[in-house]
């Protein structure tokens, strides 16, 4: 895409998501725009789609098995993004969620549901 092209695409976007503002509630685009270079993103439902492709769209079960497992494993160890954390877990920004995601895919626990 040329980069004028690209430019004039992130505009629009950008001019659709504060269109929602008076709408009296955050949509997830605006909020993405609010929290961004914050380190405050949950990454997990973006962990969890790419074990999902791995799962349906290339086949590779075991692959999207350890990273379910371990994303499971790393909220089991109380692992908390802001949006989900509640008393007694651990508050983390996004980089350091994903790394204890690797961090579990590494230790090769099984997960306790």
């Given at each position: 895409?040329?980069p004028?092209?690209?430019?004039?695409?992130?505009?629009?976007?950008?001019?659709?998501?504060?269109?929602?503002?008076?709408?009296?509630?955050?949509?997830?685009?605006?909020?993405?725009?609010?929290?961004?270079?914050?380190?405050?993103?949950?990454?997990?439902?973006?962990?969890?789609?790419?074990?999902?492709?791995?799962?349906?769209?290339?086949?590779?079960?075991?692959?999207?098995?350890?990273?379910?497992?371990?994303?499971?494993?790393?909220?089991?160890?109380?692992?908390?993004?802001?949006?989900?954390?509640?008393?007694?877990?651990?508050?983390?920004?996004?980089?350091?969620?994903?790394?204890?995601?690797?961090?579990?895919?590494?230790?090769?626990?099984?997960?306790?549901v």
């Amino acid at each position: 895409m040329r980069p004028q092209r690209l430019q004039e695409v992130l505009g629009c976007f950008h001019l659709l998501v504060w269109a929602n503002w008076d709408l009296g509630y955050l949509n997830p685009y605006m909020v993405l725009l609010l929290i961004s270079g914050q380190d405050k993103a949950n990454p997990l439902a973006t962990v969890l789609s790419a074990a999902m492709l791995l799962k349906y769209g290339l086949g590779e079960e075991k692959a999207a098995q350890r990273i379910e497992t371990a994303v499971l494993n790393t909220l089991n160890r109380g692992f908390r993004t802001g949006d989900i954390c509640s008393a007694g877990n651990k508050l983390v920004g996004c980089k350091e969620m994903g790394e204890e995601v690797l961090k579990s895919i590494d230790q090769k626990i099984p997960a306790a549901v």
